[in-house]
């Protein structure tokens, strides 16, 4: 079975890091990859990020760990366990790795929501809990800012 790990970054408008990802799946996500074997999730996706966007966490918190069955990699392996991260810190300015990234993009809600079919398709089921998790975070930050 393999593992994936993924992250969360917002940056100080709390607008949401995705990649325009240059390997399949295509398409729009979060920084992601592989758990290599042995290798803590936190620790991998930790070293996705800098690997993918160069920049360098520091505080996260798992948000979501899902076993999807029809997940197929660019290895042919069908079926992930997927763990998600919402970063809390992190530094350093974005320089993708051309080898993975075409393009990067800060994204809040509705562009999200826009982008619908660029979404990596492998990432479909992660990405449902995601938006999810992108439209509790918008009426939270709504509620917030009505009581001030």
């Given at each position: 079975m ?7 970054i917002k940056n ?6 995705m ?11 979060c ?10 999730p936190?620790?991998?996706a930790?070293r996705?990020?800098?690997?993918e966007v ?16 029809w ?7 069908r079926g ?15 320089k993708?790795?051309?080898?993975e ?13 826009n982008?619908?079919?660029?979404v990596?398709?492998s ?11 992108i439209?509790?975070t ?11």
């Open positions: 393999h593992s994936s790990a993924g992250v969360i100080g408008e709390g607008k949401i890091l990649i325009d990802r240059a390997t399949p799946p295509f398409g729009w996500a920084p992601a990859g592989h758990v290599d074997e042995g290798e803590d936190e620790v991998a930790k996705e990020v800098f690997e160069g920049v360098t966490v520091s505080n996260m918190h798992p948000i979501l760990h899902e076993f999807v069955e997940n197929e990699c660019n290895k042919g392996v992930h366990d997927w763990h998600l991260f919402e970063v809390e810190k992190w530094k350093g300015e974005v993708i790795s051309e080898r990234v075409k393009n990067f993009s800060w994204m809040d809600a509705e562009e999200l929501k982008k619908g079919n660029a990596a398709k990432y479909d089921s992660v990405s449902v809990l995601f938006t999810d998790f439209n509790f918008a009426i939270s930050e709504k509620m917030s800012a009505s009581k001030t």
